[in-house]
């Protein structure tokens, strides 16, 4: 027996997203959180990325539970692909076994067991005694983790904020963190999200009193309010601000529908369901009556709220009368996406509110002076920053030594590395197969799959195709050569284009003796010449699909 704790990072280390952490001591692993992040534009065709969770997968027997912090994507997101390879008991609050269960719809197939748990339960498994704790997050039904071990007692923050007005009024319980912090905590996994954030987030509420202010002031107005789905906080105190101003709530969005009746179906969100009427019914109510809740707030491509700027959205036309609210920040890398459909919202005659012109969101993560809140709580031996890129995991270590840390003490990970945890030591023990896997409608792919290669090379490269027949006998060309291209050339430089490229095919076949030749054979010597050509022409390497007929 080791007698030490082994903490391997699969996923949230080094990126934002897809995390996924696993606690191993002897023959037994439990696992904090398994959820996606979304593909950059280098990815081509893919829908999401999950962890890679080969280590799990060959260390099954030793598997004892799935705990979830929280009930956000990228913390739950893989959970079907998990259980599609794993019999593993999940367990979280209420709200996110919910949401759990709703995206396991799509699963049917997969049976699963899944248990409730409260703040302040404790659940022993095996070695480990997990104690969960209430934080405030902008998702109802957030936890941090006290895991007890026989080295000793590890907290996971989860993802959190001091909120000392939330919308439960149930703060973060910073009482019990510090009980925890003065028994003695070995390790800290703590989140790093907004770490680059000087000061502290603002609270929930106010937003709320910004939200209603707005409303108020726009009594004649049509209201559409984009926000996230999964922030119901957010979302209930918007339905009461609608209720006060007599406005009817329309939802639109799958994600913003889904969430909305989960939530009221285990008792987190409350409305009176005569104020909510079906979006196709807005138009036959006055603007002053209409409240609109709907996604797009980070301008995905096809949500409700782009498909209403770009006057796609068959059930919502903007107006010049309407007032749309983006109450959310640009997550990093969608800024693009969502100043452009502010733009088109703009042109389309409608007034635009978001945080660059008032306080109508605030962030669920902790900024510096919450860090050092937890830290000063809990009081670890060790310290490991989780949850960032690298620059935020590095900026906590920096914050962590300002409060007296020393920085023997403290580690940066990357994804699949593991580290011993001992009562009085910390190390780097080497590195797990580790990284992303790809899930398209086919299924879960690698990032060296040959059909990633080929959406890289069509997104980038474009495609040619090249079809001849031959006389095999006469050795013959029998009619001119047919191609077509697609992303190779501009349309001003197609016909000049295809005309040379033929005659490069044609004077590339006259110099071979095509009498008897394979079509294979044919069909390798014609991909080299056109290749080749291309290059020459626009230095570009497109895909090239080559068709022989024999006569």
Avoid: W
């Avoid at 209603?212 to 601000?241: G, L, Y």
Wanted: with cysteine.
């Amino acid at each position: 027996m080791n007698n030490k704790l082994k903490v391997t990072f699969l996923g949230g280390v080094g990126e934002i997203g897809k995390n996924m952490t696993a606690l191993e001591y002897n023959d037994e692993i439990i696992i904090v959180d398994a959820g996606l992040t979304f593909p950059d534009d280098d990815l081509p065709g893919v829908d999401i990325v999950i962890p890679d969770m080969t280590y799990l997968i060959e260390n099954k027997n030793k598997i004892k539970a799935l705990l979830l912090t929280h009930g956000h994507e990228d913390h739950i997101g893989a959970v079907p692909f998990l259980l599609q390879q794993l019999n593993v008991t999940i367990y979280g609050t209420r709200l996110t076994l919910a949401l759990v269960e709703n995206k396991m719809k799509e699963h049917p197939k997969i049976k699963y067991k899944a248990v409730s748990v409260k703040p302040k339960n404790v659940l022993k498994i095996g070695s480990f005694s997990i104690e969960f704790i209430k934080v405030s997050h902008s998702i109802a039904g957030s936890l941090a983790l006290a895991i007890t071990t026989p080295v000793g007692t590890v907290v996971h923050t989860g993802d959190f904020k001091i909120d000392y007005e939330p919308i439960d009024n149930v703060m973060t319980d910073i009482s019990r963190l510090g009980e925890i912090g003065r028994k003695g905590v070995t390790l800290l996994l703590c989140e790093s999200t907004n770490v680059c954030r000087k000061g502290y987030s603002m609270s929930e509420k106010s937003v709320g009193r910004t939200l209603e202010e707005i409303i108020k002031n726009h009594a004649e107005n049509r209201i559409i309010v984009a926000t996230f789905a999964s922030n119901i906080h957010r979302m209930q105190q918007i339905m009461d601000i609608a209720e006060r101003y007599k406005r009817k709530i329309a939802f639109t969005g799958r994600s913003m529908i889904n969430v909305s009746e989960v939530a009221m179906k285990i008792g987190e969100l409350h409305y009176n369901k005569d104020n909510i009427i079906d979006i196709e019914k807005v138009d036959k109510l006055d603007d002053k009556e209409v409240l609109i809740m709907t996604t797009g707030s980070q301008g995905e491509p096809m949500s409700a709220l782009t498909r209403m700027a770009a006057g796609e959205f068959k059930s919502v036309k903007i107006r010049p009368n309407d007032l749309v609210i983006l109450s959310a920040s640009p997550i990093p890398g969608n800024e693009k996406n969502v100043y452009n459909v502010i733009n088109a919202l703009y042109k389309l005659g409608a007034d635009v509110i978001y945080d660059e012109l008032a306080e109508v969101h605030t962030s669920g993560h902790a900024c510096q002076e919450e860090l050092k809140l937890m830290h000063s709580l809990v009081k670890p031996k060790f310290f490991i920053p989780i949850h960032g890129e690298y620059r935020h995991l590095k900026t906590h270590k920096e914050l962590a030594m300002t409060l007296g840390m020393d920085s023997r003490n403290i580690l940066l990970t990357s994804i699949g590395m593991q580290v011993e945890i001992g009562q009085n030591s910390m190390k780097e023990v080497g590195f797990v197969k580790a990284g992303q896997r790809l899930v398209d409608g086919m299924g879960i792919g690698d990032m060296d799959s040959n059909v990633l290669r080929e959406r890289k090379q069509l997104a980038e490269d474009g495609i040619c195709v090249v079809c001849v027949n031959i006389n095999n006998v006469a050795g013959e060309v029998t009619n001119e050569p047919f191609i077509i291209t697609r992303g190779v050339v501009y349309a001003d430089e197609q016909e000049s284009f295809v005309q040379d490229a033929k005659a490069s095919i044609i004077a590339s076949l006259k110099e071979t003796d095509l009498r008897g030749v394979e079509p294979a054979v044919i069909r390798a010597s014609l991909r080299r010449n056109i290749s080749n050509f291309i290059f020459r022409r626009t230095k570009r390497r497109p895909m090239i699909l080559t068709i022989v007929s024999l006569d």
